[in-house]
């Protein structure tokens, strides 16, 4: 085979640490499946994949209120749900926890979140709601 039908993989990189080359490409290397996941969860999870609108404005509302809306879900998922939700992804968590059969009544200044008997979710529906209770806030700065 000659030098003219042979193909190259280019790879590059720009940063501004000041690592050793061997030290960083190891360092890419092992944040690299992470950042694809979350790319993947923002563009199909969440709608930001397909903006709204031909108006950056609106388009740049849209794209806050998704990337609020993913650090919500990771504080939900890790500080509420319990360890075995913290890999779920959204559609997992919005058929399991969000898209429940039931009734809310508002009652005496109270709302109340009637279920089925013996709905699955009910018991992750009560310890969600007590770990959010036991949450202290912290100062920020």
């Known amino acids: ?8 993989k280019v790879f ?8 050793e080359g061997e030290r960083l490409i ?35 509302a849209w794209w806050w209120i998704m990337i609020l809306a993913l ?4 504080m939900m998922k890790k500080l509420a749900m319990g360890v075995s ?7 997992a968590i919005r058929f399991s926890f969000i898209n429940l059969p ?4 508002t009652r005496s200044r109270s709302l109340i979140i009637r279920l089925t008997k013996n709905n699955p979710a009910m018991e992750l529906l009560i310890n969600a709601r007590k770990q959010i209770a036991m949450l202290q806030p912290v100062p920020s700065g």
């Open 26 to 60: 190891h360092w890419l290397h092992e944040r690299c499946g992470k950042s694809e996941e979350v790319h993947a969860v923002m563009k199909d999870d969440l709608a930001g994949g397909k903006l709204p609108s031909d108006d950056f404005g609106e388009n740049a």
């Open 85 to 91: 939700w913290i890999s779920k992804r959204m559609k």
């Open 12 to 19: 590059g990189m720009v940063t501004n640490m000041d690592w």
């Open 71 to 74: 650090n919500l879900n990771a």
């Open 1 to 8: 085979m000659d030098i003219k039908n042979r193909r190259y």
């Open 102 to 105: 039931g009734r809310v009544i």
